[in-house]
């Protein structure tokens, strides 16, 4: 019997033995795509091993059907995928939808694939439209034979055949334009996919003649001669904010390609580092593929397929451009490497930082982590030996940092009332900046207008009815499909919103308990402190750029690219403006809350606020003008506050890990979080308590501390009460395996639980 082991997308579940009948000449390979029945369902899944036996007394149910003739995944990228559902104890078909391109697995293939195929003028391509209506099956008796045998070609075959396999098999250009005419596929142009930053005016050309300054020669030959070696090693950049690492990368890449090998540059997030792929681009042309959120399903699928057939050198992309299905990588560079942007919060939780580790790893290739402010886990990585340290002290052009002032809030409470949000000082370098026409922006890490509204006669508030938070207060006509209210000239009106489960209502005038009109607003965000600016400095062109007002695609690129072409005068923002951006003009940066995160009970939480103030700090200052940073805090004496004023990484990183080895927190242990949800609490405690019971004899025999249970910080969430606990060690796999042991022996208990290994946000 032929057996084939296949990742099915099911939570949770190892790959599932299935047998291959004799109608299948081949037996399908490692990574293609396989329909098999799970229970009544057939799925579509991914062969991931050829198993030779079977156990005794169990029999393998057929595979249905065969996609792939040749691997769909390349076997590489199967591999990271195992390496993904083990270490972070998600299912390996979670794993698999994780590295697949979109559309790829949906049971319906006819329905959703996207094919491509030139017409007879050769520039057209069609595309098999993806919605219900077109489906052949509903269609299908009104079609002729000719046009169902196209569609079923195009549904069968792995998506991307090239035109010349459909004029091969007898396909000519009017069957398509006819199945176009009836809606079933549409003809576009086939061009080269445009960068959304030349459109927007934001192009960068390469100056070739630019001449590296000596520092950064230095770290390239450091790195090249790395490069060139041709084994596993990692590197961690630390370079000062606008030390020219992204030239760095660059020269780097086209190394690395010279020598028939491709690169791999991830990002945060790209429309917040427009410059470093127009470079690229710049540099690589077509041969550089770029993931923007600005893409379409279908036009990341056709990405996918032209990095998937050896036509890209350079792959740009987010966290998930990981698993991108480069044939031979030989650079995987992480540029800002402590980004939180990396992790992602849902399964499988993996952190595309430490998956790139392991990609380079099996593929030889030199990992680059790039940041002014590393993580503590990769500097300690460095201090250690174990990453190979390269240093950039200074600017480009010798350029000074920002200075940093602080203003003490308190100070400004007492002589200028509660309610102060922009404090004298501030207001004075705003106004001044305006004057000159440089440009300022200002940072608050908190959205929405006000953080909860209470009653003043009853004290009554609006909590959100499923999570245990109280709703954010948000202008009710700050809705991102009514674009010409999101400047803010709101009219009145406020809605409450919540922030995890998307539940909102409108705040009535009176209070609901006892009618009294007396309901306030306490706290602010961002929406809040964009109408104080727009009131104090009228003349000022304004925008704001958080979660909530670029929900749009393509509204974050043109709002970069309007205050990079000098239309807009003041950025307020989230901590998206605190990223990797490149604005000359920016010579004020101001914090309006830089002890924001400071409350939370959470040991990274100065880390992150030391970053998170570094980075937006190293906003100002880019071009010609010294930049100035002005930081409004109440814990003026905080050290990361301290700290990041003085922009010393050095003293923060001594200080911190000296914190974290008293502690007994990452990076000096292992943390793994489990969160245990119930219909009730006494539900979820009563299941974490029995996963708890059987862990400690385990977790007794490999040292490792379980902590908990206790109800978690966000104690319900969509409807659901949370409980959790921690395993904390240092023997990560044996940790890693009591758990899913336990677990293992709990079906019934598993479904209800989420493990996070190595978490980086505990709620
Ligand atoms: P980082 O990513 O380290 O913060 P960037 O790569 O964004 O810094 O570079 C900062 C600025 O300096 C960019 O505008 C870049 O074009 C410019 N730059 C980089 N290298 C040089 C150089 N050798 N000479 C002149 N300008 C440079
Ligand atoms: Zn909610």
């Given at each position: 019997?032929?057996?084939?082991?296949?990742?099915?997308?099911?939570?949770f579940?190892?790959?599932l033995?299935?047998?291959?009948?004799?109608?299948?000449?081949?037996?399908?390979p490692?990574?293609?795509?396989?329909?098999?029945?799970?229970?009544?369902?057939?799925?579509?899944?991914?062969?991931?091993?050829?198993?030779?036996?079977?156990d005794?007394?169990?029999?393998?149910?057929?595979?249905?059907?065969?996609?792939?003739e040749e691997p769909?995944?390349?076997?590489?990228?199967?591999?990271?995928?195992g390496?993904?559902?083990?270490y972070?104890?998600?299912?390996?078909?979670?794993?698999?939808?994780?590295?697949?391109?979109?559309?790829?697995?949906?049971?319906?293939?006819?329905k959703?694939?996207r094919?491509?195929?030139?017409?007879?003028?050769?520039?057209?391509?069609?595309?098999?439209?993806?919605?219900?209506?077109?489906?052949?099956?509903r269609?299908?008796?009104?079609?002729?034979?000719?046009?169902?045998?196209?569609?079923?070609?195009l549904?069968?075959?792995?998506?991307?055949?090239?035109?010349?396999?459909?004029?091969d098999?007898?396909?000519?250009a009017?069957?398509?334009?006819?199945?176009?005419?009836?809606?079933?596929?549409?003809?576009?142009?086939e061009?080269?996919?445009?960068?959304?930053?030349?459109?927007?005016?934001m192009?960068?050309?390469?100056?070739?003649?630019?001449?590296?300054?000596?520092?950064?020669?230095?770290?390239?030959?450091?790195?090249?001669?790395?490069?060139?070696?041709?084994?596993?090693?990692v590197?961690l950049?630390?370079?000062?904010?606008?030390?020219?690492?992204?030239?760095?990368?660059?020269?780097?890449?086209?190394?690395?390609?010279?020598?028939g090998?491709?690169?791999?540059?991830?990002?945060?997030?790209?429309?917040?580092t427009?410059?470093?792929?127009?470079?690229?681009?710049?540099?690589?042309?077509?041969?550089?593929?770029?993931?923007?959120s600005?893409l379409?399903?279908?036009?990341?699928?056709?990405?996918?397929?032209?990095?998937?057939?050896?036509?890209?050198?350079?792959?740009i992309?987010?966290?998930s451009?990981?698993?991108a299905?480069?044939?031979?990588?030989?650079?995987?560079?992480v540029?800002?490497e402590h980004?939180?942007?990396?992790?992602?919060?849902?399964?499988?939780?993996?952190?595309?930082?430490?998956v790139?580790?392991?990609r380079a790893?099996?593929?030889?290739?030199?990992?680059?982590?790039?940041?002014?402010?590393p993580?503590?886990?990769?500097?300690?990585?460095?201090?250690?030996?174990k990453?190979?340290?390269?240093t950039?002290e200074?600017?480009?052009?010798?350029?000074?940092?920002?200075t940093?002032s602080?203003v003490?809030?308190r100070?400004?409470?007492?002589?200028?009332?509660?309610?102060?949000?922009?404090?004298?000082p501030l207001?004075a370098?705003?106004?001044?900046?305006?004057?000159?026409?440089?440009?300022?922006?200002?940072?608050?890490?908190?959205?929405?207008?006000?953080?909860?509204?209470?009653?003043?006669?009853?004290?009554?508030?609006?909590?959100?009815?499923?999570?245990?938070?109280s709703?954010?207060?948000?202008?009710?006509?700050?809705?991102s499909?009514r674009?010409?209210?999101?400047?803010?000239?709101?009219r009145?009106?406020?809605?409450g919103r919540c922030?995890?489960?998307?539940?909102?209502l409108?705040?009535?005038?009176?209070?609901?308990k006892?009618?009294?009109?007396?309901?306030?607003?306490?706290?602010?965000?961002?929406?809040?402190?964009?109408?104080?600016?727009?009131?104090?400095?009228?003349?000022?062109?304004?925008?704001?750029?958080?979660?909530?007002?670029?929900?749009?695609?393509?509204?974050?690129?043109?709002?970069?690219?309007?205050?990079?072409?000098?239309?807009?005068?003041?950025?307020?923002?989230?901590?998206?403006?605190a990223?990797?951006h490149?604005?000359?003009?920016?010579?004020?940066v101001?914090?309006?809350?830089?002890?924001?995160g400071?409350?939370?009970?959470?040991?990274?939480?100065?880390e992150?606020?030391f970053?998170?103030?570094?980075?937006?700090?190293?906003?100002?200052?880019?071009?010609?003008q010294?930049?100035?940073?002005?930081?409004q805090?109440l814990?003026?004496?905080?050290?990361s506050?301290?700290?990041?004023?003085?922009?010393?990484?050095?003293?923060?990183f001594?200080?911190?890990?000296?914190?974290?080895?008293?502690?007994r927190?990452?990076?000096?242990?292992?943390l793994?979080?489990?969160?245990?949800?119930?219909?009730?609490f006494d539900e979820?405690?009563?299941?974490a308590?029995?996963i708890v019971?059987?862990?400690e004899?385990?977790?007794?025999?490999?040292?490792?501390?379980?902590?908990g249970?206790?109800?978690?910080?966000?104690?319900?969430?969509?409807?659901?009460?949370r409980?959790?606990?921690?395993?904390?060690?240092?023997?990560?796999?044996?940790?890693?395996?009591?758990?899913?042991?336990?677990?293992?022996?709990?079906?019934?208990v598993?479904?209800?639980?989420?493990?996070?290994v190595?978490?980086?946000?505990v709620?």
């Amino acid at each position: 019997m032929r057996l084939v082991s296949v990742a099915v997308p099911v939570p949770f579940l190892d790959p599932l033995t299935y047998s291959v009948p004799e109608s299948f000449p081949r037996l399908p390979p490692v990574g293609a795509r396989v329909r098999v029945p799970v229970g009544k369902r057939a799925v579509v899944g991914c062969v991931v091993g050829h198993d030779a036996a079977l156990d005794i007394g169990t029999t393998a149910r057929d595979v249905v059907a065969v996609f792939d003739e040749e691997p769909y995944l390349p076997p590489a990228i199967v591999e990271l995928c195992g390496w993904v559902a083990d270490y972070y104890m998600a299912g390996y078909g979670d794993a698999v939808a994780a590295a697949m391109p979109p559309g790829s697995r949906r049971d319906d293939a006819s329905k959703t694939q996207r094919i491509v195929a030139a017409t007879a003028h050769g520039l057209e391509t069609v595309r098999l439209k993806p919605d219900s209506t077109t489906s052949p099956r509903r269609s299908g008796d009104t079609l002729t034979p000719k046009q169902r045998g196209v569609l079923e070609m195009l549904a069968s075959a792995a998506p991307g055949l090239p035109a010349s396999v459909l004029r091969d098999r007898g396909v000519t250009a009017d069957v398509i334009r006819r199945l176009a005419a009836r809606g079933l596929v549409a003809i576009r142009d086939e061009r080269d996919e445009r960068d959304p930053f030349e459109r927007a005016g934001m192009a960068v050309t390469r100056d070739v003649e630019r001449r590296l300054t000596a520092e950064q020669e230095a770290a390239l030959n450091t790195l090249a001669g790395l490069a060139d070696s041709g084994g596993f090693k990692v590197a961690l950049l630390h370079g000062v904010t606008g030390s020219g690492k992204t030239e760095i990368y660059l020269r780097l890449a086209e190394r690395v390609c010279a020598a028939g090998r491709q690169a791999l540059l991830m990002v945060p997030e790209i429309a917040l580092t427009p410059s470093v792929s127009a470079l690229f681009r710049s540099a690589f042309g077509t041969r550089v593929a770029i993931q923007h959120s600005a893409l379409s399903d279908g036009e990341r699928h056709d990405q996918w397929q032209r990095i998937r057939s050896g036509k890209v050198d350079v792959v740009i992309g987010t966290r998930s451009a990981v698993f991108a299905p480069l044939t031979n990588p030989g650079l995987v560079i992480v540029d800002e490497e402590h980004d939180s942007s990396y992790k992602q919060e849902e399964s499988p939780r993996y952190h595309g930082r430490d998956v790139a580790i392991v990609r380079a790893r099996t593929a030889s290739a030199l990992v680059v982590l790039g940041s002014a402010t590393p993580s503590m886990e990769s500097y300690q990585n460095a201090a250690t030996g174990k990453y190979v340290l390269v240093t950039l002290e200074r600017r480009v052009m010798d350029r000074p940092l920002a200075t940093v002032s602080l203003v003490n809030m308190r100070e400004e409470y007492a002589e200028d009332g509660p309610d102060v949000v922009i404090s004298r000082p501030l207001a004075a370098a705003i106004q001044q900046r305006l004057d000159r026409q440089e440009q300022v922006l200002v940072l608050l890490n908190r959205r929405g207008y006000a953080t909860a509204v209470f009653c003043r006669q009853c004290g009554d508030t609006f909590e959100c009815p499923n999570c245990a938070v109280s709703l954010t207060v948000h202008r009710r006509s700050t809705s991102s499909r009514r674009p010409e209210l999101v400047e803010g000239r709101a009219r009145g009106g406020w809605r409450g919103r919540c922030h995890y489960c998307n539940y909102s209502l409108d705040v009535p005038k009176a209070c609901r308990k006892c009618a009294a009109p007396y309901l306030e607003h306490a706290g602010f965000g961002t929406e809040k402190i964009e109408q104080q600016v727009r009131e104090r400095f009228p003349q000022a062109r304004v925008a704001r750029v958080d979660r909530d007002s670029v929900r749009r695609k393509g509204s974050l690129t043109s709002l970069l690219s309007r205050f990079a072409a000098g239309e807009l005068d003041v950025l307020v923002g989230t901590q998206m403006i605190a990223k990797g951006h490149d604005f000359p003009r920016v010579t004020l940066v101001g914090v309006i809350s830089a002890d924001v995160g400071l409350g939370l009970a959470d040991f990274r939480a100065a880390e992150r606020t030391f970053q998170l103030l570094t980075q937006v700090a190293g906003r100002a200052g880019r071009g010609e003008q010294t930049g100035e940073a002005i930081v409004q805090t109440l814990y003026p004496g905080h050290y990361s506050i301290q700290l990041a004023c003085r922009q010393d990484y050095s003293g923060f990183f001594d200080k911190e890990i000296a914190y974290r080895r008293g502690m007994r927190y990452p990076p000096m242990v292992a943390l793994v979080n489990a969160v245990v949800r119930g219909r009730t609490f006494d539900e979820a405690m009563r299941a974490a308590s029995e996963i708890v019971r059987r862990l400690e004899p385990m977790a007794g025999r490999v040292s490792c501390l379980v902590l908990g249970p206790a109800p978690a910080p966000l104690g319900r969430l969509r409807g659901e009460h949370r409980v959790q606990f921690f395993l904390k060690g240092t023997k990560r796999a044996e940790m890693r395996a009591a758990l899913k042991d336990v677990l293992a022996a709990m079906p019934e208990v598993r479904r209800h639980v989420t493990v996070d290994v190595d978490p980086l946000n505990v709620l």
